[in-house]
């Protein structure tokens, strides 16, 4: 999970550099899950592969911003995390 390893490093920089506001977002989906969401909505086909997939971001949080809301369908099929500095 080089997106995990990544993000701890980020975090741990910023914190270090006193760089504050920032929001680090990371989704996680596992084969079997990935495999799961195409089949809930019909969109798997016989010799379909299925890979592991991260998706790791960040920005500067607006002013008073809260949590991003998340969605039953993003946490059906993937792993979430946030991490506001």
Do not use: C, W
Not at 25 to 31: A, C, I, K, V, W
Not at 63 to 76: A, D, G, H, P, W
């Amino acid at each position: 999970m080089i997106a995990v390893k990544t993000l701890t490093l980020l975090a741990d920089k910023f914190q270090k550099d006193n760089i504050e506001g920032i929001r680090f977002f990371l989704s996680f989906q596992t084969p079997e899950l990935g495999e799961f969401q195409d089949r809930e909505n019909k969109f798997h086909e016989d010799g379909d592969q299925y890979f592991i997939s991260e998706r790791l971001s960040f920005h500067t949080r607006r002013e008073n911003e809260e949590v991003i809301s998340i969605t039953q369908f993003m946490t059906t099929y993937s792993a979430i995390l946030i991490i506001d500095i």
